[in-house]
């Protein structure tokens, strides 16, 4: 791409801003790529130093790369901001004269930039500030246990392994504690935002949201609505299973069980309770090294991501984990806290699925196709790899186990599986209600909203005593709201991933015994069909094309639940 000067771009903008609706027939496809190569120019470095400030945040907790994101955040908005960009943008996509797919695909993805920045600068600037204050003290916030500190990390191994009760609730409580620490902030933010959907003639934010992601909330009303009924059943059966193991355990009554019994501070993960714990299995191991040797056998090499990432738990760092692409040219991070546990073998799997969709796109790809044709595609890969921590036949390939040990493992690690995406859904189904609900009225009683939902979706009891805003602490209500559904996307479409290369790339009849290991056709396929055309279409158009048919849910149904 041929460097262009920033007045060059500030000419090109307001050229259009005077003639794209009074000289229609003037529009070429010449003048939408200036348009274009003008925007990246000024873009893309403050994209880059966006994205490294952002990683010295997350891995520092200090105040001063927060303030310096928020400055950049705040610059690259206002660009998308501008009111001329915004109308050439608008028109050009809507004028039928662009018929270069590329360069329309590029129009769109620029017109989903522009339109929620369509604001004025005093309130995006409180939006943008805002929001860096929270995410700043959520990231360096400890909860405490009895006056002690203690990092999520702590809090995950008390969940997962201690049997007195009280200590349990302790921890889940700590768990919660940022939730409280945040809300009013929280809230204040749910509201500016509100204010800026309303000016672009959005019903919410979260509407506004739906829509600049391509998605219609109509068809996701119908897609949860669907797998509300579908998992209901299934749902009630397992927990019913479940409840009297957990029971047993603690020395109550399953009719006792309270959410901090759960193994998880959400109950979005499955206790590993059945006959076999899996942690048992990476004890002592380095799932890092394991995840490094897996990806290499598929001809998906990480070795460059792992370099350059952050993997291990200390003071004021992001305590969860995240992939990182800085700059769509190659350098892609992962950060994560490490423990040699089955939550951190899939936790690690899945985020270098995440870093692999970002180093494999292609690289003749114009700068803005160079990210996933969608969030969830990426969720969907990320997914497709994380599954594989309790694949028995893929434990026995990457930990030299015997064909008795795998069989051991088999017949607990299909029920984990089934029961883990049953699980998932029934909880995504309350992320995906309760923002919805949380936009359409941020003035309600959100803290008895949240476990009346919890309640309907996951069978859970609520606490004794008065709700509070323990809910806030779901680290997605803050760094990527209006975003869970998406997961729950990724969910299906991995399972769409999975029945294709199943039966089409490795021609097999079923998955039997399939460890999904050592085979380099997965990972030229994924290169080819997914990774490769990054956004150049349409997500559905995408996964159309990788698949042989548009997103469906019935390959998660045949796989999960009938």
């Known amino acids: ?80 901001a501008s009111p001329q960009g915004y109308g050439f943008v608008k028109y050009a996509r809507g004028s039928g004269q662009v018929k270069d797919p590329v360069l329309a695909r590029q129009l769109d993805r620029l017109y989903y930039g522009y339109l929620p920045n369509q604001i004025e600068p005093d309130l995006m600037g409180k939006i943008v500030a805002l929001d860096t204050k929270i995410q700043k003290q959520y990231n360096n916030f400890r909860g405490t246990i009895e006056g002690e500190k203690v990092t999520m990390s702590d809090i995950y191994t008390i969940m997962t392994t201690e049997e007195d009760c009280r200590t349990r609730e302790l921890a889940w409580k700590a768990s919660k504690q940022v939730g409280n620490a945040i809300i009013s902030d929280f809230l204040a933010l749910v509201r500016l935002r509100n204010q800026a959907a309303k000016k672009l ?83 002592g191991r380095d799932v890092k090294e394991l995840a490094e040797k897996y990806y290499a056998g598929v001809g998906l090499p990480v070795d460059d991501i792992l370099a350059r990432s952050d993997l291990y738990d200390r003071e004021d760092k992001y305590p969860h984990a995240f992939s990182h692409d800085i700059d769509r040219s190659g350098d892609v991070r992962i950060l994560c806290n490490l423990q040699n546990t089955e939550r951190w073998m899939e936790t690690i799997l899945h985020e270098l699925g995440h870093a692999i969709y970002s180093k494999y796109h292609d690289p003749k790809e114009p700068w803005l196709l160079r990210e996933p044709a969608h969030s969830f595609t990426t969720e969907a890969v990320a997914m497709f790899f994380g599954r594989l921590s309790r694949n028995a036949a893929w434990m026995q390939q990457m930990l030299g186990l015997s064909d008795a040990e795998r069989l051991k493992i088999k017949a607990v690690s299909d029920k984990y599986l089934r029961f883990q995406q049953v699980l998932f859904t029934r909880w995504a189904l309350v992320m995906y209600n309760f923002e919805k609900q949380l936009y359409a009225d941020p003035d309600q009683d959100l803290n008895t909203l949240w476990w009346d939902l919890v309640e309907e979706y996951q069978l859970l009891k609520r606490p004794p005593g008065p709700a509070d805003a323990g809910w806030a602490s779901k680290l997605h209500f803050t760094t990527a709201p209006c975003y869970y559904h998406n997961y729950m996307l990724g969910e299906l479409l991995a399972s769409q991933l999975h029945h294709h290369i199943v039966r089409k790339v490795l021609r097999l009849r079923s998955d039997e015994g399939l460890s999904y290991t050592g085979d380099k056709r997965i990972g030229d396929y994924l290169r080819k069909k997914v990774l490769g055309p990054g956004a150049r279409y349409e997500w559905n158009e995408m996964i159309r094309r990788a698949t042989g048919e548009p997103l469906t849910p019935k390959y998660f149904v045949e796989q999960f639940i009938e």
């Open 1 to 80: 791409m041929r460097k262009i000067s920033p007045v060059f771009a500030v000419c090109i903008l307001l050229l259009f801003a005077v003639g794209c609706t009074s000289s229609p027939h003037n529009l070429t496809e010449s003048q939408s790529q200036q348009f274009i190569n003008a925007h990246v120019a000024r873009v893309e470095p403050l994209s880059r130093q966006a994205n490294l400030t952002y990683w010295d945040a997350a891995t520092t907790g200090e105040s001063r790369h927060y303030q310096k994101l928020s400055q950049i955040q705040l610059m690259i908005r206002k660009m998308l």
């Open 201 to 283: 003639g959005f019903d919410n934010y979260h509407t506004l949201t739906i829509v600049t992601g391509e998605q219609s909330v109509e068809e996701l009303d119908r897609i949860f609505d669907e797998l509300d009924r579908l998992t209901a059943g299934p749902f009630a059966r397992l927990k019913d299973e479940l409840d009297a193991i957990l029971a047993k355990s603690y020395g109550i009554a399953p009719g006792d069980l309270m959410p901090w019994h759960y193994h998880d501070p959400f109950f979005q993960r499955t206790p590993l309770v059945y006959e076999l714990d899996l942690d048992v299995y990476y004890k």
